[in-house]
């Protein structure tokens, strides 16, 4: 792992007790998975920026690497392949040649959370992370954020008032240096099977970061 990296990710993080004690009992129950905090994927200075909730249990958090292997991932790696972001569109596990493209992946909460619902205390404790990694992103950068939570954190770690910017599928907020913050519905199956997010309104919001990306004013 790079130097630049391990600025906005510890592998070796427990600051939370009680994701770090439900790591544990994870772990004990699955020794093949990951079960521990899951690293940013992709490009090492991106343009783009996604960032999720947490890690899935039997997705991210037994493959060790975001949106892999769960339900979640299958139309946010399409979505990515569809608009250049990635190599391929779909994404099996951290050996099967998946490269992102100027994009890099990341959540708000590094370690599975039980019920995949961390308490507000621990997004806040991992926000110095994220805080971090957007540090690292070059000026007009765009952020995507997959659900209110994560809306929430990129808005505290850029130092901002959370009631100035609401959250809303397909909103855009302006950030400070130059960066455009585009929300979407998360990507879970519990959103696309209800048809809360369709296939057309994630593509709505990687046409914006895609538009912004390419110089044009969407």
Request: net charge positive; proline share 8%; aromatic share 8%.
């Amino acid at each position: 792992m790079s130097a630049k990296r391990t600025a906005f990710f510890d592998p070796d993080c427990r600051q939370c007790p009680r994701l770090s004690a439900f790591l544990g009992q994870v772990s004990a129950q699955y020794p093949a998975y990951h079960a521990r905090p899951v690293a940013p994927f992709g490009a090492e200075q991106p343009r783009l920026l996604i960032v999720g909730l947490a890690p899935g249990m039997h997705g991210a958090n037994a493959t060790g690497r975001p949106f892999t292997g769960d339900h979640a991932g299958i139309l946010l790696y399409r979505t990515l392949f569809e608009f250049g972001f990635s190599n391929q569109p779909e994404s099996r596990s951290r050996e099967d040649g998946l490269e992102l493209r100027d994009c890099r992946i990341t959540n708000a909460v590094k370690c599975l959370p039980p019920g995949n619902k961390p308490v507000p205390q621990e997004v806040r404790q991992c926000n110095p992370f994220l805080q971090a990694e957007l540090d690292t992103l070059p000026a007009g950068a765009v952020i995507i954020a997959l659900g209110r939570v994560a809306h929430d954190a990129v808005l505290r770690a850029c130092g901002l008032r959370l009631s100035a910017r609401p959250f809303a599928h397909a909103a855009v907020h302006e950030l400070p240096r130059g960066f455009r913050l585009v929300d979407s519905y998360h990507c879970s199956r519990y959103n696309t099977q209800t048809r809360r997010l369709t296939p057309e309104m994630f593509a709505t919001v990687f046409r914006l970061a895609r538009a912004r990306l390419d110089g044009g004013h969407a």
